[in-house]
């Protein structure tokens, strides 16, 4: 079964750093681009970054740009997000997700690590 | 950034109506467009890529189409089950957004 499980969520301050992590299992780690996607309380789907299989970035949501990073490991089979400096606005559900081998639609969701950056 | 323009925000329709959502695209994107549908406290699906290829599993009372700056997704018999939120997606390229969002409720 394709599996994707976040961590690394939590309660931070404001102006503090997070880094989340997401481990694969289930299908050919190093064959897919990956990405996060984010959503505030109530709110629409945000994607945030994107990473080929070969580690070109994709881009970055204007919202994060400069502060967050995206990483991955294909021999430990995981995908990262490093957040810096967050603002309350970054609090939301963070999915890791996969997209599919010949577009970049996202066919497989993690359930979610949740975000809050509040004093 | 491509801007992504869903309509309507909301829509209440009878069982077995048929329902028609919209989205527009800020500059052509061809046929790289993604359909999501998100029931309430659940992870999102795919429902349709590449504008109108489904998703292996999704019902086939769900269509899209469209190319260009213009693309739709329509389900032809409206059920229960089909209440939800449904989410376009530029997957050209970076950034890859996501319109607002068109919540389906039934009448």
């Known amino acids: 079964e394709m599996q994707l499980v976040e961590s690394g969520g939590g309660l931070v301050q404001p102006g503090r750093s997070l880094r989340l992590s997401c481990a694969a299992s289930g299908f050919s780690f190093a064959d897919y681009a990956l990405h996060w996607v984010r959503q505030a309380p109530g709110k629409g789907l945000e994607w945030v970054s994107g990473?080929?299989?070969?580690?070109?970035?994709?881009g970055y949501a204007e919202s994060v740009r400069g502060r967050f990073t995206i990483s991955r490991d294909n021999p430990k089979t995981s995908l990262y997000l490093q957040m810096d400096s967050l603002r309350p606005e970054d609090t939301a559900l963070y999915y890791c997700v996969r997209s599919t081998p010949t577009t970049w639609a996202l066919d497989v969701w993690g359930k979610g690590t949740t975000v809050t950056a509040s004093s | 950034d491509i801007q992504m323009t869903q309509s309507p925000s909301s829509l209440s329709a009878s069982v077995g109506d048929r329902v028609t959502i919209s989205c527009r695209t800020s500059q052509g994107i061809y046929n790289s467009l993604a359909w999501y549908q998100q029931k309430p406290g659940k992870v999102p699906r795919l429902l349709i890529y590449?504008?109108?290829t489904l998703q292996s599993g999704v019902p086939s009372r769900f269509s899209g189409s469209g190319s260009g700056t213009d693309f739709a997704l329509t389900i032809s018999s409206l059920q229960p089950e089909d209440v939800a939120t449904y989410y376009c997606?530029?997957?050209?390229?970076?950034?890859?957004?996501f319109g607002g969002g068109t919540t389906v409720e039934i009448k």
């Open positions: 990473i080929t299989w070969d580690n070109v970035i994709i």
């Open positions: 997606q530029n997957s050209h390229s970076g950034p890859l957004t």
């Open positions: 590449a504008a109108s």
